[in-house]
């Protein structure tokens, strides 16, 4: 088991000069059990095991609206005008190169389409200027920055509303993949399975959600900017540097007593969100192997050490020759494995692709170099690939490694058996440890994509009489 997968969440209270009470949130997402507690999944200890978990919730989801109500824990203090003042919390400066302290990381700015009405929720970095005044970072192509551009094009500041603490669900739906033209709000009623209730901005008319800890109404005032980031970003490093951004005037402040910044923090990979997105992005590169007619894939991971889509395994039971090569070509071409990649590779079912020790010994041991990596050139990456240099950053393209780590088709049934403890005779030896038909144990927990190949003379003089189990086969 990684130590991501249980990773503990940590909640800051009593920061100096702020009063007890007001707190900071880290790492709601930061193991796999909290990410299933979110989704309404059953909590399993694994990647591998929540991950269809995760797809079947995310299939054929139905929507449901939000619904509005008169007030809710976030109308507990309302400050309007001269009365806002944004300092009051704890707002961490969250590493040491950041260009000022970002109130919202982990959190959801809410604005509405100008000519379609619907409303979207983005994870978008904000920073703090003044008591009054903040700047929200959204990169062009982001549903919210659609949505801004409208109010440019006729000239008028753009309302807006952030919530800065709020159900992880919410955090989810916000920094996840919801199609353009859905509602977050939406989609998340649907993974609880109940509308999500919202009150009514005064100022805004937008829907804020009733249970946010801290929130905000405003305006983007496109005809003032100031210098906003620069920010850590999701490649561990600061991809770009301090730019002028439009100001957000804050107008209404609220939040409920005792409130909690939900914060993520954007350091060096592995982290919080480059974990919880691996979850999201393994599931939908899933899903798209199978609508590309891959079949038999036992599972797929992206590595939140490497920032998730620049390392990305698949493992598949290969069923005819060129399988793995199917696969390869299949994950580098799809949307969510395409952008800003690096390297993708196919193992076998029996190794479990979520594992780091499993991928390098099946790279190592089953791949030649020479026969089993192709590249691919002028891909898709971004500006904020730290390979590309400054005066390239208005062409971003990269290439890709596709390694085939499968054990050769042509002659995979005479390739040399693996040196290890089958499964039967693991459960045989240890049965209050692995329970009937749980697969494999490694590091990484229960990995059930596949057995081993049988081994050709497994240590049957351990049978009887009843084996140490310190030492079966000594
Ligand atoms: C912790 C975290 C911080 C993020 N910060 C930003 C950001 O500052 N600007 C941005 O455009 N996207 C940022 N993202 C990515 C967006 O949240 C993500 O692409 C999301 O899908 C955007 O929502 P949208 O599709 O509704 O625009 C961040 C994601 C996470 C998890």
Not at 64 to 72: E, H, L, N, R
Not at 82 to 89: E, G, S
Not at 128 to 138: L, Q
Not at 203 to 210: E, N
Request: hydrophobic share 35%; net charge negative.
């Amino acid at each position: 088991m990684s130590y991501l997968d249980l990773r503990p969440a940590v909640l800051f209270d009593e920061i100096t000069d702020y009063p007890a009470g007001y707190r900071v949130l880290v790492g709601m997402h930061s193991a796999a059990q909290r990410i299933a507690l979110s989704m309404g999944l059953e909590r399993k200890a694994t990647r591998m095991e929540l991950l269809p978990l995760l797809r079947e919730k995310l299939k054929d989801l139905t929507v449901i609206p939000p619904v509005v109500v008169q007030d809710g824990p976030i109308t507990e203090n309302v400050f309007d005008g001269a009365d806002v003042d944004i300092l009051k919390f704890p707002t961490p400066m969250w590493h040491e190169l950041d260009g000022g302290r970002y109130l919202g990381t982990g959190s959801a700015t809410i604005t509405r389409d100008l000519e379609e009405g619907w409303v979207n929720l983005g994870t978008y970095r904000v920073m703090i200027h003044d008591s009054k005044t903040i700047a929200c970072y959204i990169c062009p192509g982001r549903h919210s920055h659609i949505h801004r551009q409208k109010f440019v094009e006729r000239g008028e500041p753009c309302p807006i509303a952030i919530s800065f603490g709020h159900d992880p669900l919410l955090f989810a739906a916000a920094s996840g993949d919801v199609p353009y033209g859905v509602s977050e709000y939406e989609w998340a009623g649907g993974i609880k399975g109940r509308a999500i209730p919202v009150i009514i901005g005064e100022h805004t008319g937008l829907p804020i959600p009733a249970h946010s800890e801290i929130a905000i109404e405003g305006e983007v005032v496109f005809s003032e900017t100031r210098p906003e980031g620069p920010f850590a970003e999701w490649t561990g490093y600061y991809g770009s540097m301090q730019r002028q951004e439009p100001i957000i005037k804050v107008k209404r402040l609220m939040h409920r007593n005792d409130p909690i910044i939900t914060g993520v923090a954007r350091n060096r990979p592995p982290n919080e969100s480059s974990f919880s997105f691996a979850f999201f992005r393994s599931a939908r590169i899933w899903d798209y192997l199978e609508v590309a007619g891959v079949p038999d894939v036992r599972g797929v991971w992206c590595h939140e050490t490497a920032g998730v889509s620049p390392f990305i395994v698949v493992s598949i039971k290969q069923r005819y020759p060129g399988h793995a090569r199917q696969a390869l070509g299949a994950v580098s071409s799809c949307r969510d494995g395409a952008h800003a990649g690096r390297y993708v590779i196919v193992v076998d079912e029996d190794i479990d692709p979520s594992n780091l020790a499993d991928v390098i010994w099946a790279m190592s041991s089953r791949s030649d170099p020479a026969e089993d990596i192709d590249f691919l050139r002028n891909c898709w990456s971004s500006a904020l690939d730290p390979m590309i240099p400054s005066e390239e950053k208005d062409y971003c393209v990269n290439s890709r490694a596709l390694i085939d780590a499968c054990r050769p088709y042509k002659w995979k049934d005479r390739f040399p058996p693996v040196a290890e403890c089958s499964p039967q005779l693991r459960q045989e030896v240890i049965p209050e440890v692995e329970s009937p038909g749980a697969g494999v144990k490694r590091d990484s927990g229960t990995w059930s994509g596949g057995l081993a190949p049988p081994h050709p003379a497994p240590c049957t003089h351990t049978r009887s009489p009843a084996p140490r189990a310190s030492s079966p086969c000594s």
